[in-house]
């Protein structure tokens, strides 16, 4: 490391400057070492701060009523009147998103399948992966206003279908990415074998390769659920919330990313509670779901 | 054997038509993602015709936002500002605290921490936007207001000159500043997952001969890791900036929502994706604010259409594959 062992000699003053440098050039390294221990720190203290902060203002209406109840007004002011749950958002969120992995799964394994399989280094698959990657990141509200277009006003109101359709579409790119990804790491010589012994593309792809690389689209379905089920803005625009429990599709859906919304910024300290509650109950299951989602694929590799 | 063979033949042109409709089904999944995309454009473009009609190129110039009937005014620009700036001060907050856990991950950090926080900081992303923004609302915004306005920000409002870009007289914490905080807390993920992964590319022989010349773990990634893996880096900004620029919810909460230009990084004001959000539940079908709305998404997906393409484009060529 240092200037020990030397072909030349040096006269004294060189020698020290060799060692000023060497010095500062230590120095330098000891500060960016510091710096990016110190990133790293703070980007671990935010998601500690956030999970602190919701379990401390969460844990209080982490109760029963939380999940049996629906919303109620506030009790400010009167303390007899019934505390609020979250029953209607809960059942809202778990309608709205399995309907939305529901439509958009099926359409993104096989837009993955097509990217895989059949489109690799043609002009239209590069032009579909480019805009699923796109689609990937585009900002989710715009994904509303589109729905909206598209089934709220010719429709006439707001619904759960349109929340379902909004979220479908975030679902596909998700499923589009990792599809295609897990497809790509099967050896061609698995699909060479199938097709080999006479079985046509479409039953090599169904029966084998989707069977292994079943673990990867499993993880890409989980991640899109914990996707949609965290997002407000476009429901905001398609199934608009609701404060009661609703079964009807055609009508106004609540979920629990727009309850927290609208309780949030209610101003009564009882609401604010119960949204924390919603937050708290939201953010576990997504990051459960996302802890799930990568053991499933860690025990595979 | 005839029977058999006109089996085998059957079954064979069986396969056939199953591979046929397969692959068109494929395809035709393949074009409806296209489809979206065209379809998003369009009917945002339609939605926003009418105010793009009524008050033409100076929609985008305008900051009046006036839904008060019969002087209905409507402008894109203190959206549009807000939406930019707001991103870019974020980009700069997030940038070197990825970049610092990108290299930590990938150089500094022993073996067995990389993966446990490696993990911790995906997780980060994870976290739905209204989280970000409650939390921004209740925890990160009166710090900012305490701690940085109303001590650091003070001071730095008497230099001259550049004092005005910390002078506000809005004291409610919502602000353009606290706005950018939240973003880049959101987007420092992304950023750092683009990075260390693309890192993590470069040869090993590189990174091995200049240590072994005697070089500092900063000047590898200085001198060979950072020269190597330049346009990819720059990708993963771009897709940051992409994220930032539509940050809808949690930006919301935090930004304070004024329909007035932000002179300072304290004062508040507003974003296009935060505008939608916030007006567009309660404004008439077919009105004129609600077609402005449009037009401001129109605005704002062509904006992010540019800077996630550029992203894509930058990072796919040198990672392809």
């Known amino acids: ?301 | 054997m005839s029977a058999t063979t006109s089996d085998t033949v059957s079954r064979r042109s069986a396969g056939a038509t199953g591979d046929l409709v397969f692959a068109w089904l494929c395809k035709g999944a393949g074009l409806l993602v296209l489809l979206l995309l065209g379809g998003i454009i369009i009917t945002l473009f339609l939605g926003g015709l009418p105010a793009f009609r009524e008050f033409g190129l100076g929609f985008l110039f305008s900051t009046e936002w006036n839904p008060v009937e019969g002087r209905e005014r409507y402008g894109a620009a203190v959206a549009v500002s807000g939406t930019i700036f707001s991103s870019l001060l974020a980009i700069a907050f997030a940038v070197p605290l990825a970049f610092g856990i990108a290299f930590y991950l990938t150089e500094l950090a022993p073996q067995w921490l990389r993966r446990p926080v490696g993990i911790a900081i995906e997780l980060l992303a994870a976290v739905p936007s209204i989280i970000f923004g409650m939390w921004g609302l209740f925890v990160l915004v009166p710090f900012v207001q305490q701690k940085i306005q109303f001590t650091i920000g003070m001071e730095l409002a008497t230099i001259p000159l550049i004092g005005v870009i910390f002078d506000s007289n809005n004291y409610a914490g919502t602000s353009i500043f606290a706005a950018a905080l939240v973003i880049a807390i959101m987007i420092i993920p992304f950023i750092a997952a683009t990075m260390r992964d693309v890192f993590e590319q470069v040869p090993a022989v590189y990174k091995e001969s200049a240590y072994g010349l005697g070089a500092t773990r900063w000047e590898v990634v200085r001198n060979v890791v950072l020269p190597y893996t330049r346009v990819s880096v720059v990708g993963g900004i771009m897709l940051g900036l992409g994220r930032a620029l539509g940050e809808t919810m949690a930006v919301t909460f935090v930004i304070g929502n004024a329909n007035r230009m932000a002179g300072s990084i304290f004062d508040a004001t507003t974003t296009i994706a935060s505008v939608v959000a916030m007006e567009f539940p309660e404004s008439l079908a077919g009105s004129l604010k609600q077609s402005s709305l449009f037009a401001l998404g129109f605005i704002l997906f062509v904006i992010s259409f540019i800077v996630l393409a550029v992203s894509r484009w930058l990072l796919h060529s040198r990672m392809k594959g």
């Open chain 1, 1 to 301: 490391m240092s200037t020990t062992t030397m072909t030349f000699t040096r006269t004294p003053a060189e020698e020290a400057t060799a060692r000023a440098m060497s010095r500062r050039r230590r120095v330098m390294d000891q500060i960016i070492r510091l710096f990016c221990i110190g990133a790293t720190l703070v980007g671990l203290f935010f998601l500690a701060s956030i999970l602190f902060t919701l379990l401390v203002k969460g844990l209080p209406r982490l109760d029963l009523i939380t999940f049996t109840r629906e919303f109620q007004p506030t009790t400010y002011g009167d303390d007899t009147a019934p505390l609020g749950g979250l029953l209607h958002a809960i059942l809202g969120t778990l309608v709205q998103s399995g309907m939305g992995v529901l439509i958009g799964v099926p359409i993104g394994i096989l837009v993955g399948t097509y990217l895989s399989e059949y489109a690799k280094g043609t002009a239209l698959g590069n032009a579909v992966r480019f805009v699923s990657d796109v689609l990937l990141s585009a900002p989710s509200v715009l994904v509303g206003l589109f729905v909206y277009q598209l089934v709220v006003l010719p429709t006439g109101g707001f619904s759960a279908i349109a929340g379902s359709i909004a979220l479908a579409i975030l679902v596909i790119p998700v499923v589009v990415r990792t599809t295609e990804d897990m497809l790509q790491l099967l050896p061609n010589t698995l699909r060479e074998a199938v097709i080999g012994l006479g079985a046509p593309k479409w039953k090599m792809i169904t029966l084998v390769a989707y069977r292994a690389a079943l673990s990867g689209i499993v993880t890409g379905v989980l991640l899109a659920f914990a996707r949609i089920a965290g997002e407000t803005a476009p429901l905001l625009l398609t199934s608009f919330g609701n404060n009661v429990v609703s079964w009807n599709l055609g009508n106004a859906m609540g979920s629990l990313p727009i309850a927290i919304y609208q309780q949030a910024n209610s101003g009564f300290p009882d609401l604010i509670a119960v949204a924390w509650t919603g937050a708290l109950i939201v953010t576990l299951g997504v990051l459960a779901i996302n802890i799930t989602a990568r053991l499933f694929l860690a025990r595979r590799k």
